[in-house]
């Protein structure tokens, strides 16, 4: 197997990262052994193969993380992969709090990285769950069916859009907090905006 070459970006991370650095640095030199290219994307090192994005490493409050982007077609001989939130359709996790977990799991995670890199040869695709299978909460519902103007703008957004705003309004708990979340961005989808623009 080739050695990835080190990205002088990743380093400059590597170098301002506060917690979880030895972690970072022991998962880095792991996946560096792949051959995959090493790069800096959403703000945390990112590994992929002709451009396709197979690994990430990043650090939570509580733990880092390797992010395998199609882990939910891994095998997962290991039991190991953690699939973030409900929501997430493909990504999965591997969590660590210590880098000798990591040093004890060397083994186990380069055949991970082979295993999703084998994924990624063979083109396999996840079959993501479409927009209209996403449960639209009863607050939104009424909304639309109250402001036609509102349902043709929000018709209008790409299938992402949609399903960003229908998990934003769906995550609290209480209607009126929906609420609030729905009189907040209806302007931005009558503008054709998705949340984050």
Not at 19 to 48: A, H, M, V
Not at 50 to 65: D, P, R, S, W
Not at 124 to 136: G, M, N, R, W
Request: aromatic share 8%.
């Amino acid at each position: 197997m080739t050695e990835s070459k080190l990205n002088p970006k990743v380093d400059a991370f590597l170098g301002d990262a506060k917690k979880w650095r030895e972690e970072f640095e022991k998962l880095r030199s792991i996946i560096l052994e792949s051959g995959l290219t090493e790069e800096l994307k959403w703000g945390n090192p990112c590994y992929s193969l002709q451009k396709a994005n197979i690994v990430l490493i990043h650090g939570f409050k509580e733990y880092c993380a390797l992010l395998f982007f199609k882990g939910a077609l891994m095998k997962d001989a290991n039991g190991i992969l953690i699939r973030q939130t409900e929501n997430v359709q493909a990504g999965r996790q591997i969590r660590f709090t210590g880098v000798q977990e990591i040093a004890e799991m060397e083994a186990v995670l380069k055949a991970y990285v082979q295993e999703a890199i084998e994924v990624e040869k063979a083109g396999l695709k996840i079959e993501h769950k479409k927009t209209a299978e996403f449960a639209v909460p009863e607050e939104f519902q009424s909304k639309l069916d109250e402001m036609s103007d509102l349902k043709a703008a929000f018709d209008g957004l790409t299938p992402g859009r949609q399903r960003a705003y229908i998990l934003h309004f769906s995550a609290p708990k209480q209607s009126k907090t929906r609420v609030a979340r729905i009189e907040k961005y209806a302007q931005k989808i009558l503008d054709g905006k998705g949340l984050d623009d």
